[in-house]
């Protein structure tokens, strides 16, 4: 009957490593998509702001870009 503890003891103590293992992989894998996701949307945001700013240079009259130069 001691043996059969022992081992129910060890299956539960594996199943326990096995599971916090898992969560861990998981909570890796979560942060790794959340940081793609996050420099995807910066990457758009950017990519937005410089087509609106150069939608707003290109409004500009040539003599008003000129006279900002000098």
Same mark, same amino acid.
């Given at each position: 009957? +001691? &043996? ?15 599971? %916090?293992?898992?969560? $861990? #992989? ?9 940081? +793609? &996701? ?15 700013? %150069?939608?707003?240079? $290109? #409004? ?11």
């Amino acid at each position: 009957m +001691r &043996n059969v503890e022992r081992l129910t003891s060890l299956k539960s103590e594996l199943l326990d490593i096995f599971m %916090s293992m898992e969560v $861990a #992989e998981h909570e890796r894998r979560s942060r790794t998509a959340a940081q +793609r &996701n996050l420099r995807a949307r910066r990457g758009i945001e950017l990519h937005r702001e410089f087509k609106r700013l %150069s939608e707003d240079i $290109a #409004e500009l009259p040539e003599d008003a870009v000129e006279d900002e130069m000098h």
